[in-house]
């Protein structure tokens, strides 16, 4: 293998976030504007060949990791294709996708099949009109149908993503928690991010989620554990049962100091930071190993050590210029 890819801080980079479309079929608050949304033509976005050219460069560096994002990955057609071609990358070990599941329930069997390891599937609330708003337009049982099927194909393990937002669905833990007693499904709790244009919603939406650890002692003993090396959660286990809880505090106590993920835009550009505006532009150079993997270094030789979120939520001053896309445009 040739020499990996390690930032200016020593963090070795193994895991690359592909965000496939910039499309969606829901509107969640907290990642989309309702209306007014600006896509990308389809000529801008990143074909199969040249997603897979990408991977193909990197996997000698030492990607080994790939989670394909949006949007919403599922609107992208033939995904099944592209899962298997990224599957047969000599070094590639593992392939995750983010879904908001609604599609996932026609399709889990065929992903399966293809290569796909394993789903996340964003679910934040369980209450079908609660769900419906905070979705814009969503229908929770299709949803749950997904988690099912994905259950059936073997898609493990399943995390179930709950973005906490304060007066909005922090009602729901306790249900959230009970999801894991009898069945081995892993709800991560998230920590709402000021990333895109969600100025003073993020600012009155935001909550500690501490208040999911109250709410889990006024009912259940539990304890910590040490589940699954795939991502940043603090893992936690009800006493007795089958799955996990886990807190995701990007915010206010951030995992920048083991970072080890890239993201790839819908459009073609790196980010190195999820929060940060840095951005290059890798397409022009798809199809030359060598140009691509430079362009890689490249970004992650401006990569911070840390993101300014927390600064920005108490209303201090930042050192750089924060990313205005929405979530939805750089998958997460």
Not at 15 to 22: A, G, K, P
Not at 88 to 104: H, Q, R
Not at 281 to 296: D, E, I, L
Request: aromatic share 6%.
């Amino acid at each position: 293998m040739q020499a990996g890819l390690v930032d200016p801080f020593g963090r070795v980079h193994d895991y690359l976030r592909i965000s496939v479309t910039d499309r969606c079929n829901l509107r969640c608050v907290y990642c989309m504007p309702e209306e007014g949304m600006q896509f990308e033509p389809p000529d801008q976005i990143m074909t199969h060949e040249e997603i897979v050219s990408v991977v193909q460069a990197l996997a000698p560096l030492g990607i080994r990791k790939l989670r394909l994002t949006g949007g919403e990955p599922l609107v992208r057609k033939g995904l099944d294709g592209l899962i298997s071609r990224l599957s047969e990358i000599p070094g590639i070990e593992d392939i995750a996708m983010t879904t908001n599941g609604i599609y996932l329930a026609a399709c889990a069997d065929r992903l399966k099949e293809a290569g796909l390891t394993r789903v996340n599937i964003s679910l934040d609330s369980l209450q079908p009109e609660r769900f419906t708003r905070i979705t814009r337009g969503g229908k929770l049982k299709r949803v749950l149908d997904g988690v099912r099927a994905s259950q059936k194909a073997g898609l493990q393990p399943i995390k179930l993503n709950v973005v906490l937002m304060k007066d909005v669905n922090d009602d729901e833990v306790e249900d959230f928690l009970r999801l894991t007693l009898d069945e081995e499904i892993h709800v991560r709790f998230i920590e709402y991010m000021p990333i895109g244009e969600s100025g003073e919603a993020w600012k009155s939406g935001f909550m500690s989620l501490q208040h999911v650890l109250d709410t889990c002692e006024n009912s259940w003993n539990y304890t910590s554990c040490d589940v699954y090396s795939h991502g940043p959660a603090d893992s936690y286990r009800i006493e007795g049962a089958a799955g996990t809880f886990g807190l995701i505090h990007p915010v206010s106590s951030h995992f920048c100091g083991t970072c080890n993920r890239l993201r790839l835009t819908a459009d073609g550009n790196i980010k190195p930071c999820l929060y940060w505006s840095d951005e290059f532009n890798v397409r022009p150079h798809v199809g030359n190993a060598s140009a691509v993997q430079a362009m890689f270094l490249r970004a992650l030789g401006v990569k911070p050590e840390t993101h300014d979120m927390l600064k920005a939520l108490n209303g201090e001053e930042i050192r750089g210029i924060p990313s205005l896309r929405h979530m939805s445009q750089i998958g997460g």
